[in-house]
C-alpha cells in the first residue's frame, strides 16, 4: 500500500520539503547510515500527517575515483577486497564477477539502498531517483557550474594540494582513509651550511633562528643527498620526494646515514655554528627530516636536551633565550615543564604544553633588543623573509598531522598543482554572501552555528577537478572531471523536476533550458515549453527546501559548499535561499566508532531481519537526540522490541472495551491532551527521543495506573477506543509498519499516514483532577514504601491530613520570592507565633517538601487548593483494595497519634497498625 503512497506533487496545500545528504552507495548500509534516514522520515511522516505536502526524495551519489578503486581491485582478484564484498556486504557470486565495471557497482548497491530503505519503512517518493553520472544529471552541473564560472568563482591556478602519487589525482575528503582533519602548512626552510651543502629545517617560527643551539638528526635513519634546483642538499628520502612534487627539480646524487651526520657541525649566518646532536624521536616523514633546536622556547627541544645532559653528555649547551614573554621567566620552555612538572617527552601534555607557550609568545612576546626588540607576530614575517630573499630559504608545504592515508593505501603528499581548477571558497566577498544567509537559517542543534561560521571564513580555495574517476565532464577542459563533493550541491533542486526532465532529451537541455526552470528566465527557442512549464511548477512549489539533515562531519565540507553554490545559482532570488540544516551525531556499536573499512559494522538489513524494522527505527529515535551520538548495542535493542510487542497488546486488549467511563476516564484525558502537546512541540523541534518519552512511555505509565484504579470487574470504558486512535497516531511516525496494522483494527480511514495528527483539546484538561489523582499516587507509593519497610502485615492503614494553618505556611512559603525571610512574615501572625516551635518546623519542612515537588505541583497547590479529604474519601474503597485492610482517613488533629503531627499539605501521615 505504501508503494506510490508518497508521491507527492505540487497541491493545495502547504509544503513541506526536506532532504537528506544522499549516500554513497559503494558497500552495504550500516545501521549507523540508518539513523541518517530515518530521522527525516519521522519528521516526513510527522508533518504529513499534520496536513503538509510532503516532499522526502532520495538519489544516489556515485561520481568520484572511490568505486573505481574498488572495481579495479576487484578485477585484480584483491583478496581484501573480494573478502568484503563477498563475505561482509554478501554479494552473490555471479553479481560479484561483474564488480570489474564500476557503474555496475553502484547500480547494484543503488538497487539495494532502495530496497533496505524500503524495508525500514521510508517514506520516500521514489519516482525522483537519479544518480548523479545520469546524462540529464550533467547537464544540469554543466548549468550550476557555467553560473559559478560567470560569478567568476572558478579560477585556474597553481597551489598546493593533497595528491596519492598512485592515483595521479588530488585527494578529497572522501579519498581519504585517516587523516581528513589534516591542513597543509607552509614552512620555511632554514638553511643550515653543512661543508658544501645545505641542511634543511622546517619552521613555522623563522624568529626563533637566533636561539638555534644544535639539529637534531635521526642515528637510524639513511639520509638522502640530493641536488636540487642544482644545489647540494642533505634531506630524509621521504623529503625527497616530497620536494619533487613542489615544484622543484630533484636529483638523487646518494646517501649519508645519521649517525654519521651526529657529531658535525652546521652554520647559519643568524646562530653561527651549531652541532648535530642524536634523536630517535626525529621522523624522517615530517618536513625535511631533520629539526633546528631552540630549548629555551620549544618544550620537546628543552626536554630532549635535558634528557642527554642527565646521561652527562653535551654539558656545554645551554638554551639561548632570545623572547620575552610575561609569566614566563628567563628560559620559558623550562619554566613551563618544570612548573607542570613533566618528567620526560612521553608525558601527554607535551602538545599542549607547546601550543601555550607557541601562543603565547605570538600574542604577546618580544624579541630582546639585540635581536631588534620587535613583537613575536611582526619578526616572525621579516625574519622569514629575509631568509628566502637573502639565505636561500625556500618554502616546504606540509600537514599539521599524520598519517595522511588516501583510500588506496598510500601516503598522500602535498603537490603543487598547476593549472588545477578551483572554486574560489578563499574569496571574501564570497564568504560574506554566505555568512549573510548563514545568519537567517534555521540550525539545529543550535550549536552548530559557531562551527559553520568557523568553516564559513576557513575554507580555502578547492581543488574542484579530477583526472580519475565517475562524474561529469569539466566545461572547460573535458580531459577533467568535476569532483565529487563539487557535483553534489544544488540536487536539492533537481529533486523537484528529477521525475520530469527524464521525458526531454540530454542534448536538448541547455544552460537556456534550466534557466528557465529553475531562475524563470526567458529565452527564445526553447524547447518542450508544456514540460518546463510543468517542471518550473514544481520547483516553484517546492523550493526552496526546509531542512536538509546530514551528520556533523559534513559541516567542514558538503554542508557548506552547498551554501555557497546556492548563493551563486541563486543571486538575487533570496527566497530560494535553503531555509535550515539538522545536523546529526555518529553512531557507535557497542562504545565503538562504526566504521565500514574496520568492519566494526552492524549491517541495516540485518538488524531489520533480526529485530523488525519498527525495533530498529524506535531505537534508533529513542536511544538519543539526533544530534548525540547514538550507541547499538543488540541487548537494549533486543528491550525496544519487548516495548513495542507490549504496545500492540495493549492496544488490543483495550480498543474494545464497553464499560460506562468512570472519574478516572476524566483524569486519563486530561493527561493525553498534555502528551500530545508535548510530543507534537518535541517532533517540531526534531527531538525525537523527547517525543517518543512522552508518546510511548507517558501514555504507558498513565494507562498502567488507569487500569490499576478502575473499579472492580471493569476493564476500561468505551472512550479507550479513542485513546487508541490517539496513541497509534502518536507513535505512527516511529513505528509506521505496527501503525499501519493497528489502524486497521480500531478501523481507521485510509492509511495512518495520512491520517490528522492528533491534536491537543484544551477543554478536556483539568489540573485539578490531575493534582487529586498526583495526591493519591504519591501517598500509595509512601504507603507501599513503609509497608516494605517494617515488613508486616498491616492491620489497618490511617491516612491524616494536614491542618489549614500548615496549608497556610505552604501557601505562603511557595509564593515568597526570598525564602530566607519568609519566617518573619508568617510570625506576623498572632496566630502562628502562639504555635512557637511548631510553626518553625513546619516552615522547615514545607521549605524542604517544596523543593523536592516538581513545579506543576506546587504552582496549582497555592492558586486553587485540592480538598485533600474529599480526594482520599473518594479513593477509600480503592486503596482498601489495594492494601486489603481497612483504610481510615481523619485530619491530623482527630487521629489522636503522635505520628499524625507530621502530616504537611499533598503529604498526609500515614499510620500503620
Ligand atoms: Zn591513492
Not at 537567517?440 to 571564513?457: C, G, H, K, N, S
Request: net charge neutral; glycine share 6%.
Amino acid at each position: 500500500m505504501w508503494t506510490h503512497a508518497f508521491e507527492s506533487n505540487p497541491s493545495d496545500l502547504e509544503k513541506y520539503y526536506l532532504n537528506v545528504a544522499f549516500p554513497y552507495p559503494s558497500g552495504a548500509m550500516h545501521v549507523g547510515h540508518g539513523r541518517t534516514y530515518i530521522v527525516p522520515d519521522v519528521v516526513a511522516r510527522f508533518w504529513r500527517m499534520r496536513q503538509k505536502q510532503v516532499l522526502f526524495p532520495m538519489a544516489f551519489h556515485v561520481t568520484g575515483a572511490p568505486v573505481v578503486g574498488i572495481s579495479k581491485r576487484i578485477a585484480n582478484k584483491d583478496e581484501k577486497t573480494i573478502r568484503l564484498y563477498r563475505d561482509l556486504y554478501r554479494v552473490p557470486q555471479n553479481i560479484l564477477d561483474k564488480f570489474t565495471d564500476p557503474l555496475t557497482i553502484v547500480r547494484h548497491f543503488a538497487d539495494e539502498y532502495q530496497r533496505v530503505m524500503t524495508s525500514c519503512g521510508l517514506s520516500i517518493d521514489w519516482r525522483r531517483r537519479f544518480i548523479t553520472v545520469d546524462p540529464t544529471y550533467s547537464k544540469f552541473i554543466e548549468w550550476q557550474w557555467k553560473h559559478l564560472y560567470d560569478a567568476g568563482h572558478v579560477i585556474k591556478g597553481a597551489h598546493p594540494v593533497r595528491y596519492c602519487t598512485v592515483d595521479e589525482n588530488p585527494v578529497g575528503d572522501h579519498d581519504l582513509l585517516e587523516g581528513d582533519k589534516a591542513e597543509v602548512i607552509k614552512f620555511t626552510l632554514v638553511m643550515f651550511r653543512f661543508g658544501d651543502a645545505f641542511i634543511p629545517c622546517a619552521t613555522l617560527r623563522p624568529e626563533t633562528i637566533h636561539g638555534v643551539t644544535n639539529l637534531w638528526a635521526n642515528p637510524d635513519v639513511t639520509y638522502a643527498k640530493i641536488r636540487l634546483d642544482g644545489k647540494p642538499w642533505i634531506v630524509s628520502k621521504e623529503a625527497a620526494e616530497k620536494l619533487a612534487l613542489q615544484d622543484h627539480t630533484v636529483e638523487v646524487t646518494g646517501e649519508i646515514r645519521g649517525s654519521d651526520l651526529v657529531g658535525k657541525k652546521v652554520s647559519h649566518p643568524l646562530c653561527g655554528e651549531v652541532p648535530i646532536l642524536p634523536a630517535p624521536f626525529v621522523d624522517p616523514d615530517m618536513a625535511s627530516g631533520m629539526v633546528m633546536s631552540v630549548p629555551a622556547h620549544a618544550p620537546f627541544d628543552y626536554i630532549a636536551l635535558r634528557d642527554l645532559q642527565q646521561k652527562g653528555q653535551y654539558m656545554e649547551i645551554k638554551p639561548i633565550p632570545l623572547i620575552r614573554v610575561e609569566g614566563y621567566g628567563e628560559i620559558p620552555a623550562q619554566y613551563a615543564v618544570e612548573k607542570a612538572g613533566i618528567q620526560n617527552q612521553m608525558d601527554s601534555r607535551m602538545d599542549a604544553l607547546t601550543q601555550e607557550i607557541y601562543s603565547a609568545e605570538f600574542s604577546k612576546g618580544k624579541l630582546f633588543d639585540k635581536y631588534g626588540g620587535k613583537p613575536v607576530r611582526v619578526a616572525r614575517e621579516e625574519v622569514a623573509e629575509l631568509m628566502q630573499q637573502k639565505y636561500d630559504s625556500v618554502v616546504m608545504y606540509e600537514f599539521d598531522q599524520r598519517p595522511v592515508v588516501c583510500r588506496c593505501g598510500n601516503r598522500v603528499r602535498v603537490k603543487i598543482l598547476h593549472d588545477q581548477w578551483f572554486l574560489k571558497y578563499g574569496d571574501p566577498a564570497w564568504k560574506q554572501e554566505v555568512q549573510d544567509h548563514l545568519d537567517t537559517m534555521a540550525l539545529v542543534p543550535t550549536e552548530v552555528r559557531t562551527e559553520f561560521d568557523r568553516t564559513i571564513w576557513w575554507l580555502k580555495d578547492w581543488a574542484c577537478t579530477r583526472r580519475v574517476g565517475l562524474g561529469t565532464k569539466f566545461p572547460w577542459d573535458p580531459a577533467q572531471l568535476i569532483e565529487p563533493l563539487s557535483d553534489s550541491t544544488v540536487y536539492m533542486a533537481y529533486y523537484t523536476i528529477a521525475h520530469k526532465i527524464r521525458e526531454i532529451e540530454p542534448k536538448l537541455l541547455t544552460p537556456e533550458v534550466f534557466d528557465y526552470i529553475f531562475l524563470g528566465k526567458e529565452s527564445e527557442d526553447l524547447p518542450e515549453k508544456k514540460k518546463l512549464d510543468a517542471m518550473r511548477k514544481e520547483f516553484l512549489y517546492w523550493y526552496p527546501y526546509d531542512f536538509r539533515f546530514s551528520a556533523k562531519d559534513l559541516i567542514s565540507n558538503h554542508l557548506t559548499f552547498q551554501l555557497f553554490h546556492h548563493c551563486t545559482v541563486f543571486a538575487g532570488q533570496k527566497d530560494k535561499l535553503p531555509k535550515g540544516m539538522v545536523v546529526f551525531g555518529m553512531g557507535l556499536l557497542n562504545g565503538a566508532k562504526m566504521s565500514s573499512s574496520k568492519g566494526n559494522v552492524f549491517l541495516l538489513e540485518d538488524a531489520v531481519k533480526e529485530f523488525g524494522g519498527d525495533t530498529v527505527r524506535m531505537f534508533l529515535m529513542g536511544s538519543a537526540e539526533p544530534w548525540q551520538d547514538f550507541d547499538w548495542r543488540n541487548e537494549l535493542v533486543l528491550s525496544t522490541k519487548k516495548q513495542i510487542e507490549r504496545f500492540y497488546n495493549t492496544v488490543m486488549e483495550i480498543k474494545d472495551a464497553a464499560g460506562e467511563p468512570h472519574d478516572i476516564d476524566r483524569w486519563l484525558k486530561s493527561r493525553l491532551q498534555m502528551h500530545i502537546a508535548k510530543t507534537t512541540e518535541a517532533l517540531e523541534n526534531f527531538q525525537t527521543r523527547q517525543a517518543l518519552q512522552e508518546a510511548y512511555f507517558g501514555i504507558e505509565t498513565d494507562l498502567k495506573w488507569y487500569r490499576r484504579r478502575l473499579p472492580k470487574n471493569c476493564d476500561g470504558s468505551r472512550e479507550l477506543h479513542d485513546l487508541c486512535s490517539v496513541w497509534v497516531r502518536l507513535l505512527a511516525p516511529f513505528i509506521p509498519f505496527t501503525g499501519e496494522h493497528l489502524w486497521k483494527e480500531l478501523a481507521g480511514e485510509g492509511l495512518i499516514s495520512f491520517a490528522p495528527w492528533p491534536v491537543a483539546d484544551a477543554k478536556l484538561v483539568s489540573p485539578k483532577i490531575e493534582l487529586a489523582e498526583e495526591l493519591l499516587a504519591r501517598t500509595v507509593e509512601d504507603i507501599e514504601s513503609i509497608v516494605k519497610l517494617i515488613q508486616l502485615q498491616p492491620k489497618a492503614i490511617t491516612i491524616a491530613l494536614a491542618p489549614e494553618w500548615k496549608r497556610q505556611i505552604f501557601r505562603t512559603i511557595a509564593k515568597a520570592e526570598d525564602k530566607n525571610t519568609v519566617i518573619k512574615e508568617i510570625m506576623k501572625d498572632e496566630s502562628m507565633r502562639k504555635r512557637g516551635k511548631e510553626t518553625t518546623d513546619t516552615t522547615k519542612q514545607c521549605t524542604t517538601l517544596i523543593h523536592r515537588l516538581p513545579p506543576h505541583v506546587v504552582a496549582p497547590l497555592v492558586q486553587d487548593p485540592i480538598n485533600e479529604k474529599a480526594v482520599f474519601d473518594a479513593a477509600k474503597g480503592f486503596l482498601e483494595h489495594e492494601f486489603g485492610v481497612p483504610v481510615h482517613v481523619v485530619m491530623a488533629e482527630e487521629a489522636g497519634h503522635v505520628k499524625a503531627l507530621t502530616a504537611l499539605p499533598f503529604k498526609p501521615a500515614i499510620i500503620i497498625e
